[in-house]
């Protein structure tokens, strides 16, 4: 009887006797995650769940990640197979409106300039040791895209999943904090003022339905392994613009989004278990993920001068900025940073095209890698 | 081939394959706009002209 009892207290105390300084240091991780997405608004959609299954993968003996355990079935459900990012590309697709890059197509270059980060930094990871395919997703948080980052992630380097998607995530909500430094210090006073004129309206209902149609044809015959990305982004585009199937639509971009930017967000956060994710490599796939956005910002605003000397000062360099994934941050960045040299300067459509074009960008410079990788054997 | 230099070759193509890949749009999207030009008659109507 009283061995019993004994034995029944043990179990009640199994949890505590199994938790290892690694668990405690990864609870802690998820509660400042939790912290930043509640209290900071940082990604709260993502970082909430994320920071909460950080804390539940780590509670020993909760199986929640063994074979048959909860979150691994998520895992394998959704990540394992990409059907989460490319469910959520669906309704990114049906938020985005591409008018403004339609108003003026050429800002659609500072959407491929701001992809060089990625490319930059995968080399980089390579010069620190890393393998190729490691090296290709850390280098994709560079596209500031979290589905993206995913996609190729648990394609390439599923073991580096929790840090990635971590980094992408955490960093493009500090976009409004990293990028405005580097814009201030590329662009001279004279730069930061050019104002950039509104086009007359010239995009017709065809244009806008027309356009997801041959994106899709064109990106995807050039790079194919793309297709699930940039056709689930186009196809929740298409239902938007058709404007026949709003029902689909409003489901795409509230509950199939939320749904399963939940479960994805869990999933990410079970990857973060304290033994695989605390080792010296995390720290450095993090600060090598910093460095791919602002490498993204350099090239970006550079791209944008060149673009200002082109057209003999009708581009503001600072719209280079927003060429990334980060959608509408960016662009906010962007028009802030105008105003704060001319209060009248008014660069928030300009770099709304920007900001759209660099979603295309960032899915098809991972469209192009995946695609260069099969071609290599490595796919 | 070593993984540096597989790198360096994903590097060209993924930089130079993105830039021009967004340029053909850029043609496609001109292209587009000039047979299917906006009309406030089709806007009024809601109807595509396609």
Known sequence: MLDLIQYGLAGLTMGFSALTVHNVIMILTGCALLYLGIKKDYEPLLLLPIGFGAILVNIPLSGLMAEGGLLREFYNFGVITEIFPCLIFIGIGAMTDFAPLLENPSILMLGAAGQFGIFLTLLLALGMGFSLLDSVAIGIIGACDGPTSIYVTSKFAPHLLGAVSVAAYSYMALVPLIQPPIMRLLTTEREKRIKMEYPEKSVSRSLKILFPIAVTIVTCLIAPMGTPLMGMLMLGNLMKESGVVSRLTKASENEIANAVTLLLGLSIGATMEGAAFLKPQTLLILGLGLLAICLDTVTGVLFGKLMCLLTKGKVNPLVGAAGISAYPMAARVVQTEGRRYDTNNWLLMHAMGANTGGQIGSIMAAAIMLSVLKGMGLG | ?50
């Open chain 2, 1 to 50: 081939m070593d993984n540096l230099t597989k790198g360096l070759v994903l590097t060209v193509i993924g930089m130079g394959g993105t830039l021009l890949s967004l340029w053909l749009l850029t043609l496609i999207i001109q292209v587009l706009k000039k047979f299917f030009p906006y009309s406030e008659a089709e806007e009024k109507s809601g109807k595509e002209v396609v």
